[in-house]
């Protein structure tokens, strides 16, 4: 693969310093596992508010958890670019092993799964403010929660199996 050798030689640089600073590689791993602990577990955590709140009938209170959620998009968003961004130099340091992974590939588009994901949670979370915490709208994000936390695991599993790899 042409395009492979041709980025193994232009980021050869920060491979061998990555590979010769256990600093570095000890700071970029807590990078990336940190903050997919941080966004995961914040996310998580509203899932589970949301798929609770879906048991309870009353709109109103529906409506204030969808107000809520809100300030959780923010550091799970911040997570997540500093996830991409240390894994991005993970690759990056090691191109030829991680760009012929198939797991590293399938965590790739988990992630993007995950982003679009987040997307329509929000879209949702608007819904439930318009309808005044309607059961459909309400369900539309339920669906949207339980997506996330299959998500947020199979990435999760897919890191593992990218060390084991």
Not at 58 to 75: E, F, I, Q, Y
């Amino acid at each position: 693969m042409p395009i492979v050798e041709t980025l193994s030689a232009a980021f050869e640089p920060w491979a061998t310093m990555y590979g010769e600073s256990t600093a570095l590689s000890v700071a970029l791993t807590f990078a990336h596992l940190g903050s997919m602990m941080v966004g995961g577990g914040l996310a998580i955590a509203a899932d589970r508010t949301v798929l609770r709140a879906g048991m309870v009938e009353d709109s109103t209170a529906r409506v204030a958890l969808a107000g809520a959620l809100a300030d959780v998009h923010r550091p799970v968003v911040i997570a997540l670019v500093v996830s991409a961004v240390s894994g991005g130099l993970q690759l990056a340091a090691d191109v030829e092993t991680f760009v012929g992974s198939k797991v590293m590939w399938v965590k790739v588009g988990l992630l993007v799964l995950l982003a679009v994901n987040g997307a329509l949670m929000l879209r949702d979370e608007r819904a439930v403010h318009r309808t005044a915490g309607a059961g459909r709208a309400f369900g539309k994000l339920r669906i949207r929660a339980v997506a996330s936390l299959v998500l947020w695991l199979a990435i999760t599993l897919a890191g593992v199996g990218l060390m084991q790899g």
